[in-house]
Nanobody
Framework: QVQVVESGGGLVRPGESLRLSCATS????????ARWYRQAPGKGREIVAS????????TYARSVQGRFTISRDNANNMMFLQMNNLKPEDAAVYFC??????????WGQGTQVTVSS
C-alpha cells in the first residue's frame, strides 16, 4: 500500500520560512523522480519544484527560484521543500508528487501554507 504524506505547513508572516516534508512508503522512493505542486484557492494546481531520483538535478518555478529549495533523503524515503522569504502569493495547499509522469504517480493529501501579516 502506497502512502504519501505531507507535513510542515502552517501560518507564517511574509518574510518567514517553512520547511515542508513528504514521507513515503510502499514505493521504491530512491528510483522515482518527485515534485512539489501547489494549489491556491480558485486556481489550478501548479508545479513548484522537481527533483530527480538521486537529488542531483532540480528545477523550480520562476516564482520561487532563489527562495525555495527542494531536497530528498532516499535513505529515509523522504522529500523536503525549504521555503524562505515567503510571500502572500505563496499561500496554497502544497502537494507531494512521486513517480514517473505518464506512467504512474502518487499524490499526498496536501498541507496548507498560509502567509499573512
Amino acid at each position: 500500500q502506497v502512502q504519501v504524506v505531507e507535513s510542515g505547513g502552517g501560518l507564517v508572516r511574509p518574510g518567514e520560512s517553512l520547511r515542508l516534508s513528504c514521507a513515503t512508503s510502499g514505493v521504491t522512493f530512491s528510483t522515482l523522480p518527485a515534485r512539489w505542486y501547489r494549489q491556491a484557492p480558485g486556481k489550478g494546481r501548479e508545479i513548484v519544484a522537481s527533483i530527480n531520483e538521486n537529488g542531483a538535478d532540480t528545477t523550480y518555478a520562476r516564482s520561487v527560484q532563489g527562495r525555495f529549495t527542494i531536497s530528498r533523503d532516499n535513505a529515509n524515503n523522504m522529500m523536503f521543500l525549504q521555503m524562505n522569504n515567503l510571500k502572500p502569493e505563496d499561500a496554497a495547499v502544497y502537494f507531494c508528487n512521486v513517480g514517473i509522469i505518464g506512467a504512474r504517480v502518487y499524490w499526498g493529501q496536501g498541507t496548507q501554507v498560509t502567509v499573512s501579516s
